[in-house]
């Protein structure tokens, strides 16, 4: 599976305080992925921007905070008004910086297009996208028949990820019991 060029890492959801820091809801789980001098890159949200929307790099000066919402200063953004300017920015980074992971691992991104069969390896359907909401991913499935399911990506679903073999497998139930 080609990476993707740009992955986000996380959003920025506001100013804080009158000293151009910002709030930022992390999405990435690499522990090393904000820390000061790292680059991170700001695209603006929204449909004027679009998803090619131009990319701001900014280095991360201090960071302080717990882990899922970090507050983060950025060198050259000194006040309230340019931390605003920030805000709702998706904050990527390229997608050839990602580490390699072991075998056992993968990326969600990796999970888009895999082929899903349900237990017993009958082929089900695609994985269309991958959906990531607060409380858990879920897995949109095509099939052929035209159905579109959402399964929620947990063990008891999807027992079985295969990313080398390209595919993942989906108890029968969450596939209206195919």
Known sequence: MQRPD???VGRIARAHGVR???????????????VPG?????????EAAGE???RQPLEILRIRGEA????????????RPAAEALRGAVLEVPGVVLPSLPDDEF????????EVRVEG???????????????????????????????????EAVPVVDVGAGFVVVA????GSR
């Open 52 to 54: 090619h929307g131009e």
């Open 107 to 114: 990326y969600l991104f990796e999970l888009k297009g895999l």
């Open 121 to 155: 390896g009958r082929a089900a359907g695609v994985v269309s996208r991958v959906l990531e909401y607060p409380s858990q991913e879920v897995l949109e499935v095509e099939t052929p028949e035209g159905p579109t399911f959402l399964v929620p990506f947990t063990h």
């Open 68 to 79: 899922g919402f970090l507050i983060v200063a950025f060198r050259g953004v000194e006040d």
């Open 20 to 34: 151009g820091e910002v709030r930022v809801v992390v999405v990435s789980d690499n522990p090393d992925r904000f």
């Open 38 to 46: 790292s680059i991170i890159h700001a695209r603006a949200r929204g």
């Open 172 to 175: 029968a139930e969450y596939l």
């Open 6 to 8: 740009w992955v986000e």
